[in-house]
């Protein structure tokens, strides 16, 4: 049989814009993803659908699986023939373990490559304004596995890391703080040597506590930190109020959940993330080309005989030509006697990538404006072609019906189907996450979200929707639902951004 590969992948710190891009072209093309507890929901959220997986749980102190049988899986699956990816958080080679996971692979000769991830050694301090070596404080920094097993006695030269006078970080040592801060002293470390706790750096969840040696356990125990968590130790420690940054981004602290159609890659979350938001982009609802093409293919064939095409979704746009066109041999000059309408910039943008300028599109996203504004610039007596999802809304084509000399041909090119993740549990994010809020840019990811949640209750979903018909979706199934004042991606963003100052 024919042996199969395996990838060690860092996923990083937990901010998804930190996973490498390498990273992310491995993960599109496994066949078996193996993960840790520490990685990221944004990067599960990645995992192709259909690909097999296999949670493995490790986090400091406690293995959902031993390591040893983590060894024998990644053989395994190798062993039938599979792409195998194992997602660890950070980095995979700084106390991840992967070494050992390595050794019995190199030892019945399955190949194997290692994707280095971005460490929260590194990451978690400087989302916080630590810069880990500093010209006017230090000249090295030290990574320590801050874990020690219960009963026993750290196996670390305190005196030594002491004597180095350089940054100190310990990961996976939030339980035992006050034993690091105890030997670090008797080792010689002043006392009032500044030093920080960094609780879920780079994520929605990200706190500091910053102190002194002396007095850090006191601090953390009277302000509280969750894990995972690291300690800073080291002049440096002072820079975190002077440098810091990205507490002060719009929508820090914030956690949104954006619904999307799968083979769309999502402005909306790429905004909230540049505004600071830690964005959980799930493919709520994907397309697929109808089956039945019989009906399109005439359409296309007499295309010739329609002045007006409007389009009402980037999907719509792709399928048409990507899919149709494409199937049919039909060149896109067959189209240079149509006007072509678009609605909304999304649907604009995907013409303008196939050389196509659209000659309408309504100020106002939705289909009533679009008919409204055809109805009024269509000439007399005028053909118009509507290629658009099934399940299409009825407002555009009541729009058209107040020219009765129009003959207009609405014409399902795409059906919508309504998907559930399978990594992310998608109710616990809600309800034990402290999320802020889901983005709705369409009624039928409003749909696709209550389709992927069941059970879930609601009414305490803050829903902010793009427009109208959207909104409408939301109040149907009890969300609080808020409307961007323009049906536009950047107003859709401003209004997430006021929601965080009126709901807290």
């Not at 999307?260 to 080309?289: H, N, W, Y």
Request: aromatic share 6%; net charge neutral.
């Amino acid at each position: 049989m024919k042996s199969g590969k395996v990838w060690l992948v860092g996923a990083g710190p937990g901010d998804i814009g930190l996973f490498t891009l390498k990273g992310k072209k491995i993960l599109e093309q496994a066949e078996v993803v193996v993960y840790d507890s520490l990685v990221g929901d944004g990067v599960l959220a990645m995992v192709p659908k259909g690909v097999k997986t296999i949670n493995v749980g490790k986090r400091a102190g406690h293995h959902l699986v031993p390591q040893d049988q983590i060894n024998r899986i990644l053989l395994k699956e190798a062993q039938k023939g599979y792409r195998v990816v194992r997602l660890k958080g950070g980095d995979p080679f700084l106390f991840g373990r992967g070494g050992e996971e390595l050794e019995l692979l190199k030892e019945h000769q399955i190949p194997f490559e290692v994707v280095p991830g971005v460490t929260s050694s590194i990451a978690v301090p400087a989302y916080n304004g630590i810069p880990v070596t500093h010209r006017d404080y230090c000249s090295s920094v030290h990574i320590i596995t801050g874990h020690k097993k219960a009963g026993q006695e750290y196996d670390i030269n305190f005196k030594a890391l002491v004597d180095t006078k350089g940054t100190l970080v310990f990961l996976m040592g939030v339980t035992a703080l006050e034993d690091i801060c105890t030997n670090l002293i008797r080792a010689g470390m002043a006392p009032d040597t500044p030093a920080a706790v960094l609780q879920q750096g780079t994520t929605a969840g990200q706190k500091k506590i910053v102190s002194t040696v002396s007095q850090l356990k006191a601090q953390v125990e009277r302000q509280g930190i969750k894990t995972p968590a690291i300690i800073v130790v080291g002049g440096v420690c002072e820079n975190a109020d002077k440098f810091s940054w990205y507490e002060y981004l719009p929508l820090f602290g914030c956690k949104v959940l954006v619904t999307r159609p799968k083979e769309l890659t999502s402005v909306m979350a790429e905004k909230l993330r540049m505004q600071g938001a830690e964005v959980l982009e799930l493919p709520a609802i994907a397309v697929s080309a109808v089956k039945d093409r019989t009906e399109i293919k005439k359409e296309l064939e007499c295309i010739d005989s329609y002045q007006w095409m409007a389009f009402t979704s980037p999907s719509g746009v792709r399928i048409f030509f990507d899919e149709y066109m494409r199937e049919l041999r039909m060149d896109i000059r067959r189209l240079g006697n149509l006007k072509i309408a678009a609605l909304g910039t999304g649907t604009g943008r995907a013409l303008e990538e196939r050389g196509i300028f659209p000659d309408l599109m309504p100020k106002v996203f939705d289909g009533k404006a679009l008919g409204e504004e055809l109805a009024a610039k269509c000439e007399p007596g005028a053909r118009i072609l509507i290629p658009r999802a099934a399940i299409g809304t009825k407002e555009l084509l009541e729009a058209l019906q107040v020219r009765d000399d129009l003959a207009v041909t609405d014409l399902p090119i795409y059906d919508t189907v309504y998907e559930q993740s399978e990594l992310v549990d998608e109710v616990k994010f809600f309800e034990q996450t402290g999320l802020h809020c889901a983005v709705f840019t369409s009624a039928s990811t409003v749909r696709g979200f209550v389709n992927a949640v069941p059970g879930l209750d609601y009414t305490k979903v803050t829903a902010a929707c793009i427009g109208k018909q959207t909104k409408a979706a939301a109040d149907e199934f009890g969300m609080k639902t808020y409307m961007a004042e323009q049906a536009t991606i950047d107003s859709l963003t401003d209004l997430v951004i006021k929601l965080k100052h009126h709901l807290g």
